[in-house]
């Protein structure tokens, strides 16, 4: 998942990405920074977050973290939890 926080992109990798998914994503990630024509500070960057050890500011991105939702196993209704609570 790639999520633009304005002056940071955040490239979300879940526990079940292979090598060509976690390169793809930060090679995507790169690429939006480049091209994106919203104005951002020159020290814009981009940070990678791994499923497990996100930070606290990549969750207060979401107005209801729940840090149970991970560790069950990673469905629909889990990611729906997340993302529409």
């Known amino acids: 998942m790639i999520l633009d926080a304005l ?5 979300w990798i879940g526990n079940g990405a292979n090598t060509q998914e976690r390169d793809a994503a930060k090679s ?4 939006y ?20 050890e ?18 069950t196993p990673r469905t629909v209704e889990n990611m729906r939890k997340l993302l529409f609570k």
């Open 33 to 52: 920074l480049e091209t994106d024509s919203m104005p951002r500070h020159k020290k814009a960057a981009i940070e990678v977050i791994y499923q497990g």
């Open 28 to 31: 995507t990630a790169q690429k």
């Open 7 to 11: 002056n940071t992109i955040y490239v």
């Open 54 to 71: 996100e930070s606290p500011p990549f969750k207060k991105l979401f107005q209801e973290w729940d840090e149970k939702l991970f560790k």
